[in-house]
């Protein structure tokens, strides 16, 4: 049965004082709700790296749950580098903002990422780590190196020993590194291969020279000439032969005795 509006009687028995005093909440067990409430929620800071969970993805944008009263949305080309990103996975996250104007988080995959590549950089350049970096590019003087998802500069002159005339010959190659230079006010990272083949040298160098008597002959291969005399190569070690040293009679001028890229018996003086 439906009674209208007008017709109904209020009950002059019922207390309705009563009631709104057993409905209402104390504002101590308010305040009390709002610590539990709260205590729910993760301590988080902006400008700090944290760890979320992927719970929805498309190809335009993750989702990323930390905790906060909304996931955060980051766009999928931040994880273009993971192709097997899946729903369900943790990803690292840095925290631009607590909660942005729509109420979500304001994340970036991206930003963590870099911010843990400029420690590693770091760490790299003070213990003299060998690191590995993919060359993505040549530019001008040098090429660009992949290192931990940061671009770094390899210079023409840092690449080998020999002159490189060619970077593009490099380009799309794998290969290892020692950083030394780092810059992270301005981002600039340079990287060296040359470093590590002059330490391959260096120890070639003292283990052939800890073998070296004087008196000793070995083949060696003539390297460079000069008007002085003939640098020959001895597998690591530059040796030279003087002018006075390359025939029993006079000689006006190296180039009548020897030739680049000649092998000959020499023996050690000194």
């Known amino acids: 049965m439906i009674t209208k509006y007008d017709e109904t009687k209020p009950n002059a028995d019922f207390d309705w004082d009563k009631y709104n005093r057993e409905s209402d909440i104390s504002a ?15 301590n988080i ?14 190809k335009r944008e993750v989702k990323v749950d930390v905790g906060l009263r909304a996931p955060a949305v980051i766009p999928t080309s931040e994880f273009r580098y993971n192709k097997d990103l899946k729903v369900g996975d943790e990803v690292e996250v840095y925290v631009r903002k607590t909660e942005s104007k729509d109420g979500r988080p304001l994340l970036s995959h991206e930003d963590a990422m870099r911010d843990r590549a400029w420690k590693r950089i770091e ?7 060998t690191i590995t970096g993919y060359i993505d590019k040549s530019i001008k ?10 671009n770094a500069f390899l210079p023409g002159s840092q690449i080998d020993v020999r002159p490189i005339r060619d970077f ?5 190659k794998t290969m290892e590194f020692r950083v030394i230079k780092v810059n992270p006010d301005y981002h600039n990272v340079v990287v060296s291969h040359k470093a590590l083949i002059e330490e391959e040298l260096e120890s070639q160098r003292a283990e052939i020279i800890s073998h070296l008597e004087k008196g000793q002959v070995l083949e060696g291969t003539v390297k460079n000439i000069t008007s002085y005399g003939a640098f020959i190569d001895l597998g690591g070690v530059d040796g030279l032969i ?16 020897v030739e680049i890229g000649q092998k000959i018996n020499v023996v050690v003086l000194d």
């Open 141 to 150: 003087g040098g090429m660009l190196v992949n290192i931990f998802g940061v």
């Open 28 to 42: 101590e067990q308010l305040e009390e709700e709002k610590k539990k409430y709260a205590e729910t929620i993760p």
């Open 123 to 129: 760490e790299a350049l003070e213990s003299k780590e």
């Open 242 to 257: 003087h002018i006075t040293d390359l025939s029993w009679g006079r000689v006006n001028s190296p180039e009548e005795v």
């Open 168 to 172: 593009e010959e490099f380009v799309g």
């Open 45 to 58: 800071t902006e400008d700090e790296i944290i760890s979320g969970k992927v719970i929805s993805m498309d």
